[in-house]
């Protein structure tokens, strides 16, 4: 079946935008991660999302930056007024639910670049 | 607070060799679960194997084996008679129980280059 699948893969946007990345998780899956991957960070977790509760934030940088999950499937990741420390592919993740024995599936990632 | 230190940033091997990469964590918490991912070429992170704290029986896989020490706070990886697939980052990464979810908290990965 279908994995995990990210758009764009790649955004470049100067700095001062908002970009918007979206993760369209498989199907069925209930809970859905964002995570970001830097050179100078490594991989941290972003935000958690299980069916229709409310959100772990706890990872979120910055408060430019959010997330949605509309009908409990696709998520969009906001960044507004983007900076050049935003620069990090983002990736997202899905699982059967969000209990720590289910393995999470990763997408292939948007690369973003600010300029 | 979580930790999990990869010291090994690159290691280069001729194929058919036996690798091993190092994983130690630091956490407060009893009960947590160990994984390993591997990110390929391509980007998109695979699943390779989670353990829970209570079990600390070793696990093989085919080439792949761990080996988790509690008494070390150690959970290594070996690849046995390596092959230039094998090529990739490697994660190791924690997530305690106490979250109510699985909240990875990543090494910052080894680097595996596996030559004909």
């Known amino acids: 079946g279908a994995g995990v699948s990210q758009s764009p893969s790649n955004k470049v946007t100067e700095k001062g935008k908002d970009v918007e990345l979206r993760c369209d998780p498989i199907?069925?899956?209930?809970?859905l991660y964002w995570y970001r991957q830097s050179l100078g960070q490594g991989l941290e977790f972003l935000i958690y999302?299980?069916?229709?509760?409310?959100?772990?934030k706890s990872g979120l940088p910055s408060d430019r930056f959010s997330a949605e999950r509309t009908g409990g499937s696709v998520s969009t990741l906001t960044i507004q007024r983007t900076q050049q420390e935003d620069s990090a592919v983002y990736l997202c993740?899905?699982?059967?639910?969000?209990?720590?024995?289910?393995?999470?599936?990763f997408g292939p990632g948007t690369r973003l670049t600010v300029t | 607070a979580q930790k999990v230190t990869q010291a090994q940033t690159e290691i280069s091997v001729v194929e058919k060799e036996d690798v091993t990469l190092d994983c130690v964590y630091e956490?407060?918490?009893?009960?947590?679960?160990l994984f390993w991912y591997k990110q390929p070429p391509s980007g998109e992170l695979v699943f390779l194997i989670r353990?829970?704290?209570?079990?600390?029986q070793n696990e093989i896989s085919g080439r792949y084996s761990w080996n988790f020490q509690k008494s070390t706070s150690s959970f290594n990886f070996t690849i046995t008679a390596s092959q230039v697939v094998d090529s990739a980052v490697y994660f190791c990464?924690?997530?305690?129980?106490?979250?109510?979810?699985?909240?990875?908290?990543f090494g910052t990965g080894t680097r595996l280059l596996v030559s004909p």
């Open positions: 353990r829970n704290s209570f079990d600390e």
């Open positions: 956490t407060r918490d009893t009960t947590y679960y």
């Open positions: 199907s069925g899956h209930t809970a």
């Open positions: 993740a899905s699982s059967l639910s969000g209990g720590a024995e289910y393995e999470q599936y």
């Open positions: 999302f299980q069916g229709n509760s409310a959100p772990d």
């Open positions: 990464a924690l997530s305690p129980l106490g979250t109510g979810f699985q909240k990875l908290v």
